[in-house]
T-cell receptor
Framework: AQKVTQAQTEISVVEKEDVTLDCVYE???????LFWYKQPPSGELVFLIR??????QNEISGRYSWNFQKSTSSFNFTITASQVVDSAVYFC????????????FGQGTELSVKP | DARVTQTPRHKVTEMGQEVTMRCQPI?????VFWYRQTMMQGLELLAY????????DSGMPKDRFSAEMPDATLATLKIQPSEPRDSAVYFC????????????FGSGTRLTVV
């Protein structure tokens, strides 16, 4: 069965610190997709990244980077030099081809970046 | 940028009333999802459609919730009768998830049932 675990419920850092948000997933599929979304205080869900199961290359986009490791079933998200505007709830999600592509979300990690 | 449009943004209604939430998915997307977000349960999948056909609605309370896609530009989620425990934010999303595309969410409908 598909499952996503974000063990960190809340994280608080001071501006300019680096922070890593953990995501562990469970799946029996060989073809699956992993997503990260950001939900700022305004409430919308903003797409950040999608990764397929055949591409384990790490990705960097500005201050954001993602580390996908199939060996540990993890897809962790790092924010470098955090800023107050990064304060939000971050969700990791899994989509399995065999399940018709529905997204199953983790419980989310609330990140608070203090000035 | 293409976006998923949800109406209304906010809805306050009395218990027992019918509530209809609407979603205009991104043109051309073949899959439409309905999610509900609450503090206790997080983001739960209620139902989803592929090419307008319902694929899975097992997440919905069947006795009061119904989801339809009357055409490719409109998805609806109805609650009849509404109850206070239905108070939540309801999100619609669209994409090509099996093809591994982005799944784009609407801004949500915040429903309060008093």
């Amino acid at each position: 069965a598909q499952k996503v675990t974000q063990a960190q419920t809340e994280i608080s850092v001071v501006e300019k610190e680096d922070v890593t948000l953990d995501c562990v997933y469970e799946t029996r599929d060989t073809t699956y997709y992993l997503f990260w979304y950001k939900q700022p205080p305004s409430g919308e869900l903003v797409f950040l990244i999608r990764r397929n199961s055949f591409d384990e290359q790490n990705e960097i986009s500005g201050r954001y980077s993602w580390n996908f490791q199939k060996s540990t079933s993890s897809f962790n998200f790092t924010i470098t030099a955090s800023q107050v505007v990064d304060s939000a709830v971050y969700f990791c999600a899994l989509s399995e081809e065999s399940q018709g592509g529905k997204l199953i979300f983790g419980q989310g990690t609330e990140l608070s970046v203090k000035p | 940028d293409a976006r998923v449009t949800q109406t209304p943004r906010h809805k306050v209604t009395e218990m027992g009333q019918e509530v209809t939430m609407r979603c205009q998915p991104i043109l051309g997307h073949n899959t439409v999802f309905w999610y509900r977000q609450t503090m206790m349960q997080g983001l739960e999948l209620l139902a989803y459609f592929r090419n307008r056909a319902p694929l899975d609605d097992s997440g919905m309370p069947k006795d009061r919730f119904s989801a339809e896609m009357p055409d490719a530009t409109l998805a609806t989620l109805k609650i009849q009768p509404s109850e206070p425990r239905d108070s939540a934010v309801y999100f619609c999303a669209s994409g090509f998830p099996v093809q591994g595309s982005d799944v784009t969410f609407g801004s949500g409908t915040r429903l309060t049932v008093v």
